[in-house]
C-alpha cells in the first residue's frame, strides 16, 4: 500500500490491472479508522495495488470515481471503475476488495 504523491491516479489505475484506492482526507477521522484496516487487506492480496489518495489535494483523482463523502473506497480494473462504496465498515471493504480480487 502506498499513498501518491501526485494527481495520477488515472495514471497507476492504466498501468495495473488491479487497483483499490482508498479516498481520504487528514481531518477525516474515519479515514483514520479504515486506514490500517485497509492496510491489512493490502497485506493479503499481493495480487493488486492498493493506494491512498487525499482527496482533498487531488481532485483529477477524486474525479474517476465521483467522490463525494469520505471515506470512500473505489476498485478498478484493466482502466475502468468497477465499483465504490462509502463506508467506514470492514466487512463492506472487505466485500469490495473480495469482488475485484477473487476473480
Known sequence: ???????????EVSQNDTV???YMAGWCGNCRV??????????ENQNATFLLVDAEKFPE????????????FATFRNGELVNQVQTNK??????????????
Open 34 to 43: 479504515m486506514k490500517p484496516k485497509f492496510k491489512k487487506l493490502a497485506a
Open 90 to 103: 470492514f466487512e463492506l471493504l472487505k466485500d469490495l476488495v473480495n469482488e475485484v480480487t477473487s476473480n
Open 1 to 11: 500500500m502506498r499513498e501518491l504523491t501526485n494527481d495520477n491516479l488515472a495514471e
Open 61 to 72: 483523482s477524486r474525479k474517476l470515481a465521483k467522490v463525494d463523502n469520505l471515506p470512500t
Open 20 to 22: 483499490v484506492v482508498q
